[in-house]
Nanobody, 119 residues
């Protein structure tokens, strides 16, 4: 069973920083991509940042230059470093993984971690 466990959310002032972590447990035969999504009240869940199997990354325009996605294979963990946070970044942040076991593609979500940016 593959499980994604998120941590690192919290309350910060505008301009502050947070680092979110997503630890992946279970047997992953082939990880295709991992990403961070967020959902604010009344909004759709949107892609924030993603990293693919070959190491390519992409970001939402709203976070480019401020957020960085990275991975630590030794710890089976993906991170989202968030700098220069704005109130508009307030949302529940979800980790997402797309992977294959044998010939079948799977998708899993973390439970979400709250990020609140407020003065």
């Amino acid at each position: 069973q593959v499980q994604l466990v998120e941590s690192g959310g919290g309350l910060v002032q505008p301009g502050g920083s947070l680092r979110l972590s997503c630890a992946v447990s279970g047997s992953i035969f082939s990880m295709n991509a991992m990403g961070w999504y967020r959902q604010a009240p009344g909004n759709q869940r949107e892609l924030v940042a993603a990293i693919t199997r070959d190491g390519s990354v992409n970001y939402a325009d709203s976070v480019k230059g401020r957020f960085t996605i990275s991975g630590d294979s030794a710890k089976n963990t993906v991170y989202l470093q968030m700098n220069s946070l704005k109130p508009e970044d307030t949302a529940v942040y979800f980790c997402n993984a797309r992977f294959r076991i044998l010939q079948q593609e799977y998708e899993r979500w973390g439970q979400g971690t709250q990020v609140t940016v407020s003065s």
